[in-house]
């Protein structure tokens, strides 16, 4: 049996429906309002505590500035290499006889000789009365320049020629004498040419760089 429903009359299910779609669309934004105003908060929160941090940071860090400081930075850098000389030579080593000639009884040698001197500073020689400090100036006393290093390179050094006489046997020990030699010689040249000076220049321009990094503002030298 059909059961007329006068006409603008809806059922109750249909009234429901409408009103439970506007409460969950509402519920819907305002989770979303709450959410976004939460992730705001914890942003600006955030960036309160890093500049908080940050500044703590700022006010606490402190740069020891007095002298036995500076003397051991200083003495921790031990031998400072400050200039390195090449050299390309050929030597020469002989050994004769006082009554045969060369071409029965001498032995002669040509070395090709690539080798270098490395010359600087030895800090481990610095002194605690080389430095001065006060305030943002220090003074110092840089050690002597030396020379470091004399050697030859055993991968670019060759035997250029060798001329042995008739009559006797070839000298093992010639060709190390000639190194020796040449190495002597290497360490003539680079001294004569100015090479302590130059490691003396160096190492001032190290120490004021080192210094000044340590948060002085004027270096001066003895």
Same mark, same amino acid.
């Given at each position: 049996m059909a059961i007329e429903r006068p006409q603008g009359?809806?059922?109750?299910?249909? &009234?429901?429906?409408?009103?439970?779609?506007? $409460?969950? *669309?509402?519920?819907? /934004? !305002? =989770?979303?309002?709450? &959410?976004?105003?939460?992730?705001?908060?914890? $942003?600006? *929160?955030?960036?309160? /505590? !890093? =500049?908080?941090?940050?500044?703590?940071?700022?006010r606490t860090t402190h740069t020891d500035m007095s002298q036995p400081t500076v003397v051991d930075r200083i003495q921790k850098?031990?031998?400072?290499?400050?200039?390195?000389y090449t050299?390309?030579?050929?030597?020469?080593g002989e050994k004769g006889s006082a009554i045969l000639p060369d071409f029965l009884a001498g032995d002669r040698l040509l070395l090709m000789v690539h080798g270098?001197?490395?010359?600087?500073?030895?800090?481990?020689?610095?002194?605690?009365?080389?430095?001065?400090v006060n305030g943002k100036k220090v003074r110092m006393?840089?050690?002597?320049?030396?020379?470091?290093?004399?050697?030859l390179d055993s991968s670019k050094t060759r035997v250029y020629s060798r001329q042995t006489g008739l009559l006797?046997?070839?000298?093992?020990?010639?060709?190390?004498?000639?190194?020796?030699?040449?190495?002597?010689?290497?360490?003539?040249?680079?001294?004569?040419?100015?090479?302590l000076q130059k490691a003396q220049e160096n190492a001032r321009a190290t120490m004021m760089s080192l210094i000044r990094s340590m948060g002085f503002e004027e270096v001066e030298f003895e």
């Open positions: 009359v809806h059922s109750p299910e249909a &009234a429901r429906r409408p009103r439970s779609f506007t $409460v969950m *669309a509402l519920s819907f /934004l !305002a =989770g979303a309002l709450v &959410a976004i105003l939460g992730l705001f908060l914890i $942003v600006r *929160a955030s960036q309160g /505590l !890093a =500049g908080t941090v940050g500044s703590w940071l700022q850098l031990q031998r400072l290499e400050t200039v390195v050299m390309d030579k050929i030597v020469t270098e001197v490395i010359a600087g500073i030895d800090f481990q020689m610095l002194k605690a009365s080389d430095v001065t006393k840089i050690p002597q320049a030396q020379v470091l290093v004399t050697r006797v046997p070839t000298d093992p020990n010639l060709e190390s004498q000639v190194r020796d030699d040449a190495e002597r010689e290497l360490r003539r040249s680079a001294l004569a040419d100015g090479i």
